[in-house]
C-alpha cells in the first residue's frame, strides 16, 4: 500500500538484486519460511538474485522478478496472494494463479493487490468489499481478474487502505473503491465498484500514491495533489477539513518528483533531492525529531538534498533511500519494521543495521518492510573469494546471502553423503567442504555421490561399505576423496544404490562397489573397492546409467547394453536371469540416445524421440497403463515421437519432452507426480505447474527435481529430511524452488534421501 513506486524507479540491468524483509512477521509477510518477528533484514526463502520491484500490503508481500513472474507471500485471508487459495497463509513466496512472465508494476492494499502486466493490461485480486477490485462487483477474488474498463493503456497503479487509484497512458487519472473519506477524488463519497476520473480530470497526472483513507499524486508539471480524510492534516493544504476533489498542498511548487501516502500521512521528495513529510505524527513518522502532526509539509530532521525515494507504512514508520544508496528508517519500531536490530521509535532518520550503499527500492508494509539490495561488483573475473565479496559488500552479514557457483547439497547426511565435512541433515543447501566452481557432472547412489570436475577428476563421498566411492577402502567419506585410479581423463558418472560406474574420454568404461549381482560387469560376483573395467572391455562407451543392482550403458554405435540383476526384466533382455557381462536389450537397434535406471527398471529414449521402458511395474512406473513387469522395452501409453530426457525415480519416472513440457507417472504417495495429487498414475501426467521451459529432472526415492530454462530449481515429493531443500521438512505435491532461489543451476541429481545440484558461475561472480 505504501510503495507505490513508479516505473522509473524499477531496477533493471544485469546486477544482483537480493531481496531482504524485516519487522513485523505474524503471517509469514517476510517470506523467509518463519513466522517469528525480525528486528535486522533476513532474506526471503527463495533467495535468488534477481527481484525487481516489491509492494508491501498491509500483512502481505508482492515482488516481481527480473524474468517477468509475479510472486506473493504472507496473510491469504481474502486471496490476496492471488494463487486461487483463501485462509491458507504463506510464509514463503508462490506464484500467482495467472502464472506468466509479463508483471511489470505491482502494489498491495489492506487486503487487495493489484498488478499492471506488460501489455498494459490490469488486473486485480483480494477483498473487494468496497469494490477496491473495479470489476463491478463486491465479490473476493483468489485469482487475478481484470477491472472491468479492461484496456491496454495503464502505466500505473496504488493501492490504498481500501481503494485503488491507477493513472493510463493517456495521462488520466482513474479511482474506485471505499470512498465514505472522499479518497476517490470525484466529489462524492460513495463506493465505486468500477474505475471513475477524478473530479478534475485531466490528462497530466505522472505518479499516484494511495494512503489509508486519502490519495496523493503529482502532474508533469511537478504540482502535488491531494484528497479525501484530513484528520490529521495529511492533505497538507493547513487544514483538517475533508476535501472529496484534489487540492494542491500548501508548499505548492512545480518542483516535486515522487510521493508516498503512508496510514495518515504522507512524504514526498521535490527534484532537489529533499525530502518531507505531513499529516499524523504520533510515533515519529515524519522523520522532524517531533511527535507534532503537521497539516502542511515540513523536511524530515536529516535534512540534505540527495533522497531519491521514499515508502510510507500502513502503520506508524517510513522509509527512504538516499542516492548514495543507503536506506533510512523512522517512525514506530515495536516489531523491529525499521531494521535497526532494536524494537524502540524513532523520531528521526537512521540507517538501517545492515547499513550498505546498495540498497534500489524500499516498500513499507504494517509494521514491517521489505526491500532490495543491489549487488554490483567492479570484478574483472567471474571468480572471486568469500572473502573478497565480504569486504566489498559489507552488508551482506550472512555470506548465505550470496550464492556462489560450485556444487550444493542438502537432504539426509547420515554417513556424510552430503559432503559438506559432517553427517548431519540439511534442509536448506550447503556447499560441499572442497568447495571451488569447476564442478562439471554430479551422480547420486542411495547414500553416496559421485563428480566429475572439469579437470576430469572424479571424486566421491558417503556410504562407502562396499567400496563405492573407488578408494580402495570401505571408510565412510563426509568430505570428497579421489578414485584410486586418480586420472584426468574422466567423462561421466553414474551410481547405482551400493555401486558406481563411469566412463572416462578414451570410451573405456569402468565399476566398483557392490557385485552380488554382476553389477560391475567384470565377468565375477567379487565386490570392488578401485575401478575395474567391464568384461566387454572397448572403447566406443558413450554413455552408463546405474539401477539398484544393474547398470545400462550406450555405445557410439547407438546400441544398448545391461547387466546386474534381472528379477522384473530391468535387463531388457526377455529373461528375468542376472547377468554378470553386458548383453543387449532384446530389440536391439542402433539408435539409443539416452539410458537412465531407476532401482529396478530402465527407461530409455531412442534418436526418433520415442521413450521405451522395461523391468519393474508397481504403481505403474513403466507409464504402460498397466502394473505388470516387462522383461523387454515397451512405449508408455503416451507414444509420441518428441521425448527429449528421462529420469527414473524409486517408484516413479519423470520426462521432458521436446516441447518443454514435463510429465511424470507411476507412485504418488508423497506427491512425487507433481499434479497436486497423491493418486499414482500408470500414464504419464503433466506437473500441476504446466509449462514448456522445463529443461532437466531428475527422481529420486520419493522426490522429483527439476531445472527451467531460466536456470530455476525446483523440487516436490517427501521431503522429511529436508531433501526439497525449501528449508522446511514437508511433503510438497507441487513444485517449490530451493531456499537459495537463483537463476544459474546447471545440473541436478537426487539420492534417496538427498540431492545435490551444481551452480554455474553468472555474469557477475
Known sequence: MADNQFKSNFIDGPSDNFLYGWGRDNYGQLGDSTVTDKSSPVQTITGGTNWKQIACGYYHTTAIKTDGTLWAWGNNTYGNLGDSTITANKSSPVQTIAGGTNWSQVAGGYKHTTAIKTDGTLWTWGYNGYGQLGDSTVAQRSSPVQTITGGTNWSQVACGYRHTTAIKTDGTLWTWGSNWNGQLGDNTVADKSSPVQTITGGTNWKQVAGGSYHTTAIKTDGTLWTWGSNTYGQLGNNTTTQRNSPVQTIAGGTNWSQVAGGYNHIAAIKTDGTLWAWGYNYTGMLGDGTLTQRSSPIQ?????????????????????????????????????????????????????????????????????????????????????????????????????????????????????????????????????????????????????????????????????????????????????????????????????????????????????????????????????????????????????????????????????????????????????????????????????KQVTSGPDHTLAIKTDGTLWAWGYNVSGLLGDSTISHRSSPVQTITGGTNWKQVSGGYYHTTAIKTDGTLWNWGQNTYGQLSDNTRTDRSSPVQTITGGTNWSKVAGGYYHTTAIKTDGTLWTWGRDNYGQLGDNTRTSKSSPVQTITGGTNWKQVACGYYHTLAIQENGDDF
Open 300 to 592: 524530515t530532521i536529516a535534512g540534505g538534498t540527495n533522497w531519491k525515494q521514499v515508502a510510507s507504512g500502513s502503520s506508524y514508520h517510513a522509509a527512504a533511500i538516499k542516492t548514495d544508496g543507503t536506506l533510512w528508517t523512522w517512525g514506530r519500531n515495536i516489531y523491529g519494521g525499521l531494521g535497526d536490530n532494536t524494537q524502540t521509535d524513532h523520531i528521526s532518520p537512521a540507517q538501517t543495521i545492515t547499513g550498505g550503499t546498495n540498497w534500489s527500492q524500499v516498500s513499507c508494509g504494517y509494521n514491517f518492510t521489505s526491500a532490495i539490495v543491489e549487488a554490483k561488483t567492479d570484478v574483472g573475473t567471474k571468480y572471486v573469494t568469500k572473502e573478497y565479496l565480504m569486504n566489498v559488500y559489507p552488508y551482506l552479514t550472512d555470506i548465505g546471502s550470496v550464492k556462489f557457483a560450485g556444487l550444493w547439497t542438502w537432504g539426509r547426511n547420515q554417513y556424510g553423503q552430503l559432503g559438506d565435512s559432517t553427517i548431519t541433515a540439511k534442509s536448506s543447501p550447503v556447499q560441499t567442504v572442497a568447495g571451488g566452481t569447476n564442478w562439471k557432472q554430479v551422480a547420486v547412489g542411495q547414500y553416496h555421490a559421485t563428480v566429475i570436475k572439469t579437470d576430469g577428476t572424479l571424486w566421491s563421498w558417503g556410504y562407502n561399505s562396499n567400496g563405492q566411492l573407488g578408494d580402495n577402502t570401505i571408510t565412510d567419506r563426509s568430505s570428497p576423496v579421489q578414485t584410486i585410479t586418480g586420472g584426468t581423463n574422466w567423462k561421466q558418472v553414474a551410481c547405482g544404490q551400493l555401486h558406481t560406474t563411469a566412463i572416462k574420454t578414451d570410451g573405456t568404461l569402468w565399476s566398483w562397489g557392490r557385485n552380488d549381482y554382476g553389477q560391475l560387469s567384470d565377468s565375477t560376483l567379487i565386490t570392488r573397492s578401485s575401478p575395474v573395467q567391464t568384461i566387454a572391455g572397448g572403447t566406443n562407451w558413450k554413455q552408463v546409467s546405474a539401477g539398484n543392482n544393474t547398470s545400462t550403458a550406450i555405445k557410439t554405435d547407438g546400441t544398448l547394453w545391461s547387466w546386474g540383476w534381472n528379477n522384473s526384466g530391468q535387463l531388457g533382455d526377455s529373461t528375468t536371469a542376472t547377468k554378470s557381462s553386458p548383453v543387449q536389450t532384446i530389440t536391439g537397434g542402433t539408435n539409443w
